[in-house]
């Protein structure tokens, strides 16, 4: 069966009431998305109500981040799962590498990051979990050595079979994301590839064939439609672009692919 396509924008840490108000009716006059598209977008979390009560159906929601604690408590600055759920939002992004990095204080683990995403998926909630490499350690050649032995080996570690089908892995090499240098499409391709194979050998065949694995890394309209072609890529996970019209013709670019 053929895979949809995943498109999500995140937002980061941007917007206003009123740009965050813009985006949304342009987003909203998009027209008609392609049936092999499903699209979500992760505002902060500040604007997620408002966000949500007024973007188009078509459009999911996601938190850009998630709690490792199932339940509400004493957790300064989190969201936990159960309420995200309980908030009726479906999707929650873990590990981006921004997280990871940690901003100057510390950053998030490979285990922290599988051990969060698990807690959403056992609250119901789709995951987008983000995986990728520095410039560093493509330069030493060791791309697949980071992202299978240390990023999807920690997911392998904690998550069940079952739990695959809520996930999205997203590939997003740090020195693609808002730097303008997107990786080939023979680059993301060989990376993506890899990624399905290792599934396929540690989880299970059918868990490859039915796993979505996006590419983020400065998309936009006018490299979308090249790397939608490759046989591994099944979609996108846009920063930059999705704060702009160009996102709708993003999405629009995986049409008939
Ligand atoms: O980090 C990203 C999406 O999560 C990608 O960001 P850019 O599209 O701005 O490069």
């Not at 924008?9 to 987003?27: D, I, S």
């Not at 999911?60 to 939002?89: H, W």
């Amino acid at each position: 069966m053929a895979r949809k396509f995943l498109i999500g924008g995140n937002w980061k840490c941007n917007g206003t009431r009123e740009n965050v108000a813009a985006l949304v009716e342009v987003l909203n006059e998009g027209g008609e998305f392609p049936d092999n598209a499903e699209v979500v977008v992760a505002p902060p979390s500040i604007f997620l109500q408002t966000v949500k009560d007024t973007i188009r159906p078509d459009i999911k929601v996601s938190t850009q981040n998630v709690g490792k604690n199932v339940r509400p408590g004493a957790y300064t600055g989190e969201l936990c799962a159960s309420m995200i759920k309980d908030f009726g939002v479906e999707w929650v992004i873990t590990g981006h590498s921004e997280r990871r990095v940690g901003f100057g204080c510390a950053g998030e683990s490979s285990d922290l990051i599988a051990e969060k995403s698990k807690v959403a998926l056992d609250c119901g909630l789709n995951v987008i979990m983000c995986i990728g490499e520095s410039l560093a350690v493509r330069e030493a050649n060791q791309t697949l050595e980071l992202v299978l032995e240390d990023h999807m080996a920690a997911f392998l570690k904690t998550l069940e079979e079952a739990d695959w089908s809520r996930v999205v892995v997203a590939y997003e090499p740090v020195w693609a994301i808002g730097t303008g240098v997107t990786a080939s499409p023979a680059q993301a391709q060989e990376v993506h590839s890899a990624i399905r194979a290792w599934v396929g050998e540690k989880v299970s065949p059918a868990v490859a064939e039915s796993l979505r694995i996006i590419y983020g890394g400065s998309v936009k309209s006018s490299n979308a439609a090249e790397l939608a072609t490759c046989p591994d890529i099944d979609g996108f996970l846009v920063g930059g672009a999705s704060l702009k019209p160009d996102f709708v013709d993003i999405i629009k670019a995986v049409e008939g692919k």
